[in-house]
């Protein structure tokens, strides 16, 4: 009964959402309001036939009802409860179903956000989104049906992904699609103001508002994605530039450089042209990642399932590329910009050479992800090019951007004298000059991380000066310190906020520098008794213990770790056996620590428990990473917030 | 110089610079990726490949002792043994795919410095999985991942 409700219900809410795009559309053009109002219900029922698409399948899931496809294929009867839930967005048609969910979500956000404040646009933008809607849904009809039947019907299904059976797939791909769905939202509103010919100041604020949100979801999905990576992988490492990685990195580059160059736009009327593509290009990465991580013609650790839905992709990328440019270059007109570039030393010069920084960032991540498939088109050669490249390449143009963090804030608008330029950045200047050499002094020989180091204290330094000069000037209207800092991250969020989700960054550039730099590791073998020692850190092996969970068979070790004079720490690292895999799957152990963190693995035993193979890493200031991301999605956060008007 | 000169070749300096920087980084990091057959045909010592084959039924060795792991890649036609330093990774096992990057040396072996095994996002059932096959292996070996 399910495969045909929840089929029924996709194209029922194809049908209506291809009619609500084109009745909003002839309603924005003819002023018919009874056409605009039958979109806007269509929007609504698109809502509720997917969110019943949703209750469906997941009661498929919680009755093992293995008449469905995506559920025989996803769970099995070992499954754990809260597995069958997540085991809904497990796999691809599964993710695409969420997918459309949300879409639906942030157009119903439109519809209720909008309607009457944005008249003239509002019919344009619902348009566009149940047109991108309508897109998806055509993915669930048909190249990916979720509700696809399976006869006959199996006793038991296959199981999820062991690897998927990990908290972080509750939040890691929800906040990943609700920032990519996000950016559909900044996307319509920029196609709406060039139909409509009103390339005004209103559309860009609502626009730069929702790049926030979407960009603030991305960032959240890419650092549990990182977290991910980290304690589930078993690699101790958390990132790999690996292409399922890049291709959600390179639309936060575009989303980044865009939240940056739209306060030109703002400020000094300029770059509208520009902040336009940046739009269409990080909607269009958006599409462009789906494409290849969904299409397999690149191989990942992620490696979804391959299938026709590469060509619809591909050619819904291609039709939104053209058909955004070709409407791009016929406002060509309206889009000239206002002002002009006064000065070489000046805040526009700053943020236009972080855009550009940002956009070869950018290209030069999606270069190295389809260089080998160029290479394997035009060549005939096989060739890859991992990490090496990327880290090559990406280094100097992330110190760049990050001199470029600390100039950006506090340099003049227009034309910096001497005087501004002297005032602003001595002090840290010298402090990162003074910084460095310490460093070095101590003993780190590291020239790059060095460097990152004196730029990190460059750019705090920046912050510092900024926010006690700005308390300082509130102070003197009697405000305390507490007080004054509130005053100035309630009332100037965005501007405070921006530098909260900086010094976010600067704790994340330390935590890649420090674990990049300093990390070690060892493989051994151990007998039963024997230690094994690393950076200070001793870890004895104590013995084997195997146990039956639910869906699967665990060996798990136990060792003794000690440091010096504390208190010896037991680590648990083990290797589950799932019936549906061939090979076990590690699942690590670690203790986490603000300068190091100790994190061990289990490799091969003696079946007989008397010995057992480990690697043990000492990772340095990965923490860094997550408090840094911590700060920035608090930093991101208040740049949300609706802006306070001062009263004064 | 007139302001918007400044700023154009300022633009194509930095420019020129990150063409610079992605040639030399693909100059310098760019690995061939080759199946036993290829490497045997025009074996170059000491240069870096990605090997992509079969793991060969009956040739894994592994001494927990002294990390040293030995199999066989074959592509059907040719194999080529491989020599490891580090227990065998999750996801790798006898007649399964996996690419290892490394170098041949002139002792007549290529010794790997990283094991990449794949996996598929859908898990087989035991019985139809045991044997990939080599189409199947091809497939997977078409892209590697990490």
Not at chain 2, 8 to 37: D, E, H, R
Request: proline share 4%; hydrophobic share 50%; aromatic share 12%.
């Amino acid at each position: 009964m399910i495969p045909e409700l929840g089929y029924g219900a996709t194209v029922a809410a194809l049908a209506l959402a291809l009619w609500g795009a084109f009745a909003t559309a002839t309603g924005g053009r003819t002023g018919r309001l009874d056409l605009l109002r039958s979109g806007e219900r269509a929007a609504i029922a698109v809502w509720i036939l997917i969110t019943a698409c949703i209750a469906l399948m997941l009661y498929a899931f919680l009755t093992f009802d293995f008449s469905v496809r995506y559920v025989a294929f996803n769970t099995n009867r070992g499954t754990p409860f809260y597995y069958r839930v997540t085991a809904l967005w497990g796999a691809l048609e599964g993710s695409i179903i969420l997918w459309s969910w949300m879409l639906s979500i942030y157009t119903l956000i439109v519809v209720v956000q909008y309607r009457r404040r944005q008249p003239e646009l509002y019919p344009w933008v619902l348009s566009v989104m149940l047109g991108i809607l309508a897109f998806f849904l055509l993915i669930m009809t048909v190249p990916a049906p979720p509700f696809e039947r399976l006869q006959p019907i199996p006793p038991d299904g296959r199981g999820l992904n062991p690897l998927l059976e990990d908290s972080g797939m509750i939040t890691h791909p929800v906040a990943l699609y609700l920032g990519f769905t996000g950016f559909t939202v900044p996307y319509a509103f920029a196609m709406a103001a060039l139909i409509v010919g009103r390339t005004g100041e209103e559309w860009i604020t609502i626009t730069r508002r929702w790049t926030i949100i979407a960009w603030y979801f991305l960032s959240l999905g890419l650092l549990i994605g990182g977290w991910w990576s980290y304690h589930v992988l078993g690699w101790g490492g958390y990132w790999a530039w690996d292409p399922v990685e890049n291709s959600a990195f390179m639309p936060w580059l575009t989303a980044t450089a865009f939240l940056h160059s739209v306060m030109i736009q703002e400020r000094r009327r300029m770059l509208k042209l520009w902040n336009l593509s940046l739009i269409i290009l990080t909607f269009g990465l958006t599409l462009f990642g789906t494409f290849l991580t969904r299409s397999g013609i690149i191989g990942s650790v992620h490696a979804f399932t391959q299938g026709a839905i590469g060509v619809f992709f591909l050619a819904f990328l291609a039709l939104v590329l053209v058909g955004s440019f070709a409407l791009l270059a016929s406002r060509m007109e309206r889009l000239r910009g206002q002002g002009e570039l006064d000065s070489v030393v000046s805040r526009e010069s700053a943020f236009l050479l972080n855009n550009l920084l940002l956009v070869a960032a950018t290209f030069t991540v999606f270069f190295g992800t389809v260089f080998p498939l160029l290479s394997e088109a035009m060549r005939g050669v096989k060739v890859s090019v991992g990490a090496p490249f990327f880290n090559l390449v990406n280094i100097p143009i992330f110190l760049g951007l990050l001199f470029l963090m600390g100039v950006g804030p506090l340099i003049a608008w227009r034309r910096a004298s001497a005087d501004n330029l002297r005032r602003n950045f001595l002090k840290p200047v010298l402090a990162g000059i003074v910084a460095a050499a310490a460093f070095s002094l101590l003993g780190v020989g590291n020239a790059i991380v060095l460097i990152a180091l004196g730029l990190v204290v460059f750019v705090a330094g920046t912050i510092v000066l900024d926010y006690v000069r700005a308390v300082r000037t509130r102070r003197r209207s009697g405000d305390g310190w507490g007080a004054a800092t509130w005053g100035l991250l309630r009332r100037q969020n965005r501007r405070y906020g921006g530098f909260v989700v900086h010094l976010g960054i600067l704790v994340i550039a330390l935590g890649v520098a420090g674990s990049q730099a300093w990390s070690i590791e060892t493989e051994t073998t151990l007998a039963k008794g024997q230690s094994v020692e690393l950076g200070g850190y001793r870890v004895r092996f104590d013995g084997l213990e195997a146990s039956e969970e639910s869906n699967h068979f665990k060996v798990t070790g136990a060792f003794t770790m000690t440091n010096g004079g504390r208190a010896p720490a037991m680590l648990h690292p083990a290797r589950k056996f799932y019936p549906q895999e061939q090979t076990p799957i590690a699942a690590v152990d670690y203790r986490l620590g603000l300068m190091k963190d100790v994190y061990l693995v289990l490799g091969d035993f003696a079946r007989d428990g008397s010995q057992a193979t480990v690697k043990l890493k000492i990772n340095w200031m990965v923490s860094w990473l997550w408090i840094g991301g911590l700060v920035l999605t608090l930093g991101g956060a208040l740049a949300i917030l609706p802006e306070r008007r001062r009263l004064a | 110089m007139s302001r918007r000169g400044k700023f154009i070749a300022g633009g194509l300096v930095i420019v020129a610079a990150i063409a610079y920087l992605i040639w030399a980084g693909v100059s310098q990091s760019v690995v061939y990726f080759v199946t036993p057959t290829e490497l045997l045909a025009a074996p170059v010592p000491s240069k870096t490949y990605r090997l992509g084959g079969l793991v060969m039924p009956g040739s894994l060795k592994w001494e927990p002792k002294s990390l040293d792991l030995s199999f066989t890649l074959s592509d059907g036609k040719s194999s080529v043994p491989v020599k490891h330093k580090g227990a065998p990774p999750d996801l790798f096992a006898e007649g399964r795919g996996a690419v290892v990057e490394g170098a041949w040396t002139r002792d007549g072996y290529f010794k790997a410095s990283l094991i990449l095994a794949k996996h598929s996002e859908e898990y087989k059932a035991p019985h139809d999985g045991a044997d990939p096959g080599y189409k199947e292996l091809m497939k997977s070996l078409r892209g590697e991942g990490r």
